[in-house]
């Protein structure tokens, strides 16, 4: 009878199950070309074993390295703001009381989040341009100094990617916040009415707090992203003056593998971008499972 | 009474006008995009469009609309989202019943579960899966835009969240009607999950209508570029070459009002849908993602 029960769970997994095998189980037993030098027209079977050379070169050309901390810096401080900035946004959102004013200012601060950035990429190249681009323009005008190369000086160019990265996301990170906000039990407050406590007071001794538990989940989730400094958002904004500074693995994976050819050394920063990740990730829910008894399903 | 004091008054003026302006950041470039988009040549080559357009135009819009090969990249766009959505949307419910049963309902589900989510935790990075699309010949085939991404491991975990959701008494009294697991999925399940369907349907046509990566990676041809790629082309590597100019347009076209043309075409299906459904992913996005 329990057997006959369970038939139809299996078949309804299994589609689902195939594709995962095929273009994701699959795909990982292909990390034995960061130990080869890989060859397209020998394959996977007859390309030559290296053993570790491709991880020695990783670690012993320049470029990598700097590469790897390009992606720990701007990741890094991405993590940083994308927490911080919405925590506080929701909060300040939180005391507009006009229902109306609050869902207008929502929704258009959701906006950026669904656009991609090839569409902001094209817009942000147009508006931050030195060549008489509209953020120059006003900062030329209203503070008579010179154009700011945003996108074509190295340090500026790791400033205009965060700033642009909370610009398309703090709105849609507000979500989590508003939502929490929308939780505190309305007595707390009631009562610290009572005893005469000010909004500001109310703010730091029951709103803050409340908010801490989703912040330390959305802190520690966002920690297996410490390598993940943006692939799409990168690609589409930088260019040749900016490598320097600018560059992360994931678009150093794709000119190594795409442009130059060498296979073998692109997978073996993307696996040494996946092991680390999945170390991150596992630590991360762990924390985020005993600080705030989060669990993902 | 904190609402009445006078420093709180002043606080919430400054802040309701503070949070509008941030909110203005967020669309005011998309105006200044629109305002280009119908300029004429001299003033937008020239910079001095800021939010209202110089020298009104429909002329870049005339010139975009007339080339075969971008309304040809708005139909594979279309064709991708609906079928790709379709697909996900399947494969996703079909999957995420299952997964929401408890551990004594149905043995092999955690199994199942650390199945799909190691996928999450672990890939094989860009060059093998490369190699994995190409040896099942899907290059330069239009099904390399939805098969690999069909199942998407995230929206099946927040419908699965959601469908747990739903009170046991519901699938019970399905099943002692006599109902099998697929009709109590598709009768009983799926009408009352239409919040959480329509956030994972907007996420995925979001997801659909803005990749372009497969499209520059896994094929050649322009002709069979989704939208997203073409404009990856146009927008960020400058390539006009698909857009044959004559002298007389050469004068009155600049290649920043075509630009910009395409840029806001290419976002305005995507700002209209998303506040259509801003209710629902609000609410499907908290009940999916955020469990206390």
Not at chain 1, 242 to 268: C, H, M, P, Q, S
Request: charged share 15%; glycine share 6%.
């Amino acid at each position: 009878m329990k057997r006959i029960k369970n038939w139809p769970f299996h078949l309804m997994i299994l589609p689902s199950l195939i594709f995962l095998i095929v273009f994701n189980y699959v795909p990982m037993l292909g990390i034995v070309i960061a130990f080869q030098d890989f060859k397209p027209w020998l394959g996977v079977f007859d390309s030559k074993w290296i053993g570790l050379d491709n991880f020695r070169f990783l670690f012993e050309r320049k470029d990598s390295v700097q590469v790897i901390w390009n992606t720990f810096i701007i990741a890094g401080l991405k993590v940083i703001f994308n927490l911080v900035v919405p925590f506080f946004f929701a909060i300040l959102l939180n005391e507009i009381r006009k229902a109306f004013i609050s869902r207008t200012i929502q929704t258009l601060v959701y906006l950026p989040h669904f656009l991609s950035w090839v569409i902001l990429g094209g817009i942000l190249t147009d508006i931050l341009s030195t060549d008489g681009g509209l953020i120059n323009r006003m900062l030329v005008s209203v503070f008579n100094i010179d154009p700011i190369p945003f996108l074509s000086s190295g340090n500026w160019f790791r400033f205009t990617v965060v700033l642009s990265e909370i610009w398309k996301e703090f709105g849609y990170g507000t979500i989590v916040f508003i939502a929490a906000l929308a939780n505190i039990n309305p007595s707390l407050y009631e009562a610290s009415e009572v005893d005469g406590a000010s909004r500001w007071k109310q703010t730091i001794y029951i709103t803050i707090p409340s908010l801490l538990p989703m912040a330390v989940v959305v802190g520690t989730l966002s920690l297996g992203n410490i390598l993940n400094a943006g692939f799409d958002q990168i690609f589409n904004l930088y260019n040749s003056l900016v490598y320097a500074k600018g560059d992360i693995i994931d678009t150093f994976v794709y000119r190594t593998a795409i442009l130059e050819g060498n296979f073998g050394l692109a997978t073996a920063v993307g696996l040494f971008k996946s092991v680390v990740s999945m170390i991150l990730i596992v630590i991360s829910y762990r924390l985020a499972y005993k600080l705030a008894n989060y669990r993902v399903f | 009474m904190y609402h009445k004091t006078l420093p709180y008054r002043i606080f919430n003026i400054t802040n309701t006008i503070f949070l509008l302006l941030i909110a203005l950041c967020c669309i005011l470039p998309i105006f200044h995009i629109l305002a280009v988009s119908f300029s004429a040549k001299s003033a937008a080559d020239g910079n001095l469009v800021s939010f209202w357009p110089v020298g009104f135009t429909t002329i870049a819009y005339e010139k975009t609309l007339n080339n075969p090969i971008f309304l040809g990249s708005i139909w594979i766009a279309v064709k991708r989202t609906i079928l790709g959505t379709a697909l996900t949307l399947a494969l996703a419910c079909l999957a995420a019943y299952p997964l929401s049963k408890e551990v004594n309902a149905f043995k092999s589900r955690n199994i199942y579960a650390w199945i799909f989510v190691f996928t999450m935790i672990f890939n094989g990075g860009l060059v093998p899966f490369y190699v994995v699309i190409q040896k099942l010949q899907l290059m330069n085939s239009f099904w390399v835009l939805i098969i690999p991404s069909a199942v998407n491991v995230w929206l099946t975990i927040l419908l699965l969240n959601f469908f747990r959701g739903v009170p046991k008494e519901l699938e019970e009294a399905a099943l002692i009607d006599g109902a099998g697991h697929f009709r109590t999925l598709f009768s009983i399940y799926l009408p009352v999950s239409l919040p959480a369907l329509a956030t994972l349907g907007l996420f995925s046509i979001v997801f659909h209508w803005n990749s372009w990566f497969d499209g520059m990676l896994y094929i050649n041809d322009k002709t069979d570029y989704p939208l997203a790629t073409f404009l990856q082309t146009v927008i960020v590597q400058r390539d006009m070459s698909s857009m044959s100019f004559n002298p007389v347009e050469m004068a009155m076209l600049s290649q920043k009002t075509v630009r910009a043309s395409q840029i806001f075409l290419g976002a305005l299906p995507v700002m209209i849908i998303y506040p259509l459904l801003q209710k629902f992913f609000v609410k499907g996005l908290v009940l999916g993602s955020v469990k206390e």
